[in-house]
């Protein structure tokens, strides 16, 4: 299982279902309070269940439009995320899609940050077709969830080689070897 810190706080990825949680909530909700007009909140509400809120500021600050594209196409993922565990997969595919574009727009489109940009938008965009094939599946939608899943486990490999290309962190590049992991399982679980 993966984690991260930030801020004395860890983060972990659950394995089965590819999404984060925090050992110490309050202290995640005391930060946002702290911080509310920080790209990173929207992130964090979500994490904290608060999709509404997440939803909201997501709106909010990509109106207020960051000059840098790759900054932009993070905030943007960050939204697509809310959008995506409030079940609204398609609409959260066509952010993500978006995020991928504005990573190519910076001033060298070929900058190890745009393309680590990009892998991050992948991985997470492969983490809401999984979740869109988990529900496609349930409602007996058998050919969707096939052509999800597919698009899925090809954005997750993209990601890996990009992490593992540019020698990434090596807690991004576990994190997207756990996720190329979870969906060769075929969508199983």
Do not use: Y
């Not at 309050?26 to 946002?32: K, P, V, Y």
């Not at 994490?47 to 990509?62: N, P, S």
């Not at 109106?63 to 993070?74: E, F, I, L, M, T």
């Not at 486990?153 to 090596?170: K, P, Q, T, W, Y």
């Amino acid at each position: 299982m993966s984690s991260f810190e930030f801020e004395g706080m860890t983060f972990t990825i659950d394995p089965m279902t590819l999404r984060e949680s925090v050992d110490d909530p309050d202290a995640l909700a005391r930060w946002c309070a702290a911080n509310p007009r920080d790209p990173r909140t929207v992130a964090h509400l979500r994490i904290l269940g608060r999709l509404e809120e997440a939803e909201a500021l997501g709106r909010v600050l990509l109106a207020d439009s960051p000059a840098h594209p790759v900054a932009r196409a993070s905030l943007r993922t960050r939204f697509a995320q809310v959008l995506q565990w409030q079940g609204r997969f398609e609409t959260a595919d066509e952010e993500f899609s978006r995020a991928a574009e504005e990573t190519g727009l910076s001033d060298d489109p070929t900058a190890p940050s745009s393309i680590l940009a990009l892998a991050a938008v992948l991985q997470h965009r492969a983490k809401n077709r999984f979740e869109h094939a988990l529900v496609a599946e349930a409602g007996e939608r058998p050919r969707l969830s096939a052509r999800l899943m597919d698009a899925a486990r090809e954005d997750a490999r993209r990601s890996l080689a990009i992490r593992e290309g540019l020698r990434a962190s090596e807690d991004r590049i576990l994190s997207s070897r756990e996720t190329v992991a979870r969906l060769e399982r075929d969508g199983e679980g």
